[in-house]
């Protein structure tokens, strides 16, 4: 069936797969809703937004995307209270941030109505899919990919973007141990490091593969010049507590601008813990953990939300971070949880309820 919303048009599946589906058994990111949002950036503008059924696409060989990297994309999550209503958590947020890494890769902008209206419309197209209950969600993936045929190393000419949304439980499902980086870097200054662009990511694998053969999860990055200040995880923000005191690195061009981490900046200020936003060198973690001052260390992210850091490795030295009775990090978690979950009042504005 087509129907035409404003400017959306909109195709809906014959029959849903939904019921194939174990909501109790989700492997983060592998299962994909009935829907999907595309609209093609063709003739200097973007046009014929439309919602379809979820299915493979055709794509030149030539595409640009698959030669320069030319893609960007967001992590958000839709989440479902007990009375069926559904909110996303700072969504402008996300839209701002497409934008702005699209114009690092110089893509172009996408149009705030377009986005607002094909996440809206495709969110209550699947709206079966979003499970209620705390710890259940809807992760949801804005993208763009450079799609012009042609292969010179200049950016294209047309782009496609799409939303698709994959229901989640948890990211990692128990604390993560992970490696400071000595040797590779995740970015550099000047460079794309605060941008979502794919190729942030797809730099990060063949280091994060030698951890992981190491037995850590992630490898936390340090600064490209002098691998000695602490910057960010793989997936995630990093947060360290050394006594009562929270501490994270600044963004900057190549630190993402995480919307977990601004949140817990100002949920720690809601909470009345101290937060310094300043540069980490590794030395005074290590200092810290020997001394018996490192409390807590825990990554932030959308799909991780709150992950603990059990232990990390530096010049061959293994640290543990053992558990702690009152973490911050737990009751950063779930404060956070239970605003998007629309369980507990939200003073600052950042649900947004789909209606
Ligand atoms: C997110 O937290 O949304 C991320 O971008 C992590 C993703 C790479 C799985």
């Known amino acids: 069936m087509a129907i035409e919303t404003g400017k959306l048009t909109v195709e809906t599946i014959q029959s849903s797969k939904i019921n194939s589906v174990d909501f109790s058994k989700l492997d983060f990111g592998r299962i994909f809703t009935d829907h999907m949002f595309v609209c093609d950036y063709v003739d200097g503008k973007w046009q014929n937004p439309e919602i379809k059924p979820y299915q493979a696409m055709t794509f030149e060989p030539s595409a640009r995307v698959f030669h320069y990297g030319q893609a960007v994309f967001e992590g958000m999550k839709a989440y479902k209270d007990e009375n069926g209503k559904v909110f996303l958590f700072r969504p402008k947020q996300n839209f701002d941030r497409i934008n702005k890494s699209a114009a690092r890769l110089a893509m172009p902008e996408f149009p705030e ?52 949304c994959s229901p989640a439980k948890s990211y990692y499902n128990s604390p993560v141990r992970v490696l400071i980086a000595e040797e590779f870097s995740r970015s550099a200054d000047g460079g794309i490091g605060f941008a979502k662009a794919a190729g942030n990511y797809a730099g990060q694998f063949y280091p994060t593969s030698l951890a992981q053969k190491e037995g850590f999860q992630q490898v936390i990055w340090t600064d490209a010049n002098t691998h000695k200040y602490l910057e960010e995880a793989g997936t995630m923000n990093v947060f360290f507590r050394i006594n009562d005191k929270l501490v994270t690195a600044p963004t900057s061009d190549r630190i993402l601008d995480g919307i977990t981490r601004k949140s817990i900046i100002q949920l720690a200020e809601d909470l009345n813990i101290e937060c310094e936003v300043r540069q980490i060198a590794v030395g005074e973690i290590k200092t810290a953990a020997r001394e018996g001052n490192l409390k807590e260390v825990f990554g932030v992210g959308t799909a991780a939300v709150v992950s603990p850091v ?23 978690k779930e404060t956070l949880l239970n605003i998007q979950n629309n369980i507990s009042e939200d003073i600052h504005g950042w649900r947004y309820e789909v209606k």
Do not use: C
């Open 113 to 164: 109505d377009y986005f607002f209206e094909g996440l809206e419309t495709l969110l209550k197209l699947d709206n079966e899919w979003i499970k209620a209950g705390v710890g259940n969600s809807l992760y949801i993936r804005p993208f763009v990919i450079a799609t012009e045929p042609a292969i010179s190393a200049s950016p294209a000419s047309t782009y496609r973007f799409m939303i698709i």
């Open 310 to 332: 059990s232990a990390f490795q530096h010049q061959g030295e293994l640290f543990e971070v053992p558990e702690i009775e009152d973490s911050y990090g737990k009751l950063f």
